[in-house]
């Protein structure tokens, strides 16, 4: 297991130098200057000089990349551009909030997902299992932004039950939870169905049957168990998008989280603050994936011994 741990850990590592390089080249070839954004479109071209000689954009690509690698193994992420504070402080004011939404929506869309998923297997061909097959096409299909606005017609505008927008109270999390978790609920639903239906055509299920045992006793016992296994993986994999990819349900509801704060950056170029998100986004996932992958190790020893 430990064997394991370690190749799994050293295989993110390149991951994420990869991802450390793509964006800060990346992020050289689009269009615009910071240095003019700071300034101000009427600044004269001293002032811009010298503020990119103060963020040290007049030197050399390379020579920057070199500096900012070095930084970077120190943990020094840089110094945002447009507010001057360490990027680090940036992200930490902003990084609970991002989390704890995250957080809620994939526990909403795992107990709803799992529970849905079960029904329309238990009742394989009848009304329930269409009922459920038809919600979890519309939550596949249905854009966040257009739920989340239409949320805010229905229960802020028109009954006043919840806020519109903002944070502070648990008020203000049930329509960014709900919007956020739509798609992996739909997802989770979808994967349960199909991976219980296909596990009762195991033969320790069909053995089962033959002995007599109540059919809902045999989905629910003895099938859900190695059912959740997939479903395991699937779960894992949307908490880790939820945490890097919430940046639409953020900017619906004003969400003051990492994903807000990253559409805020790009807008100001403010290259050290998008490549420290950027960076917490793919450490956050592969994070993610590697805990993943030992749980579902843990939970099939097969993968331990292969």
């Known amino acids: 297991m430990t064997r394991y741990i370690i190749r799994r850990v050293l295989v993110g590592i390149p991951i994420l130098f990869l991802v450390v390089t793509l964006v800060f080249f ?5 269009p615009g200057d910071a240095a003019r954004i700071l300034a101000g479109d009427e600044a004269p071209i001293e002032r811009v000089e010298q503020i990119r000689r103060d963020l040290g954009l007049d030197r050399p690509v390379l020579v920057q990349y070199a500096n900012y690698l070095g930084d970077l193994f120190r ?8 507010s001057r504070r360490p990027v680090t402080v940036e992200i930490g004011s902003r990084f609970w909030n991002t989390f704890s939404l995250a957080l809620a929506s994939i526990t909403l869309a795992t107990i ?38 239409l949320m805010m017609q229905l229960f802020s505008v028109q009954l006043g039950w919840l806020p519109a927008a903002g944070y502070g109270t ?12 739509v798609f992996s609920i739909a997802f989770i639903t979808r994967m349960t169905r199909s991976s219980l239906l296909e596990t009762i ?15 809902r006793l045999v989905l629910l016992l003895l099938s859900l168990r190695n059912a959740l296994l997939p479903v395991t993986i699937v779960v894992g994999l949307r908490f880790g998008y939820m945490v890097g990819g919430a940046v639409i349900t953020e900017e619906v509801f004003a969400w003051p989280g990492l994903g807000r704060l990253l559409i805020l950056s790009v807008a100001q170029r403010d290259i050290p603050l998008v490549q420290g998100l950027l ?28």
Do not use: C
Not at 202 to 214: F, I, L, N, S, W
């Open 201 to 215: 055509q195991q033969d320790y299920v069909r053995t089962a049957r033959a002995k007599g045992v109540v059919e």
């Open 279 to 306: 960076l917490v986004f793919a450490t956050s996932f592969v994070i993610v994936n590697l805990l993943v992958d030992l749980l579902y190790a843990f939970l099939d020893p097969r993968i331990r011994h292969r």
């Open 75 to 82: 943990g020094d992420l840089g110094t945002s551009f447009s």
């Open 112 to 149: 709803l997902g799992i529970a849905m998923g079960v029904i329309s297997a238990l009742y394989r061909g009848k009304l329930a299992d269409h009922v459920v097959t038809i919600l979890a096409l519309l939550g596949i299909s249905v854009p966040v932004f257009w739920l989340g606005l």
């Open 26 to 30: 990346a992020f050289r070839l689009i």
């Open 170 to 181: 648990w008020r203000h999390f049930v329509m960014p939870t709900i919007a956020l978790s």
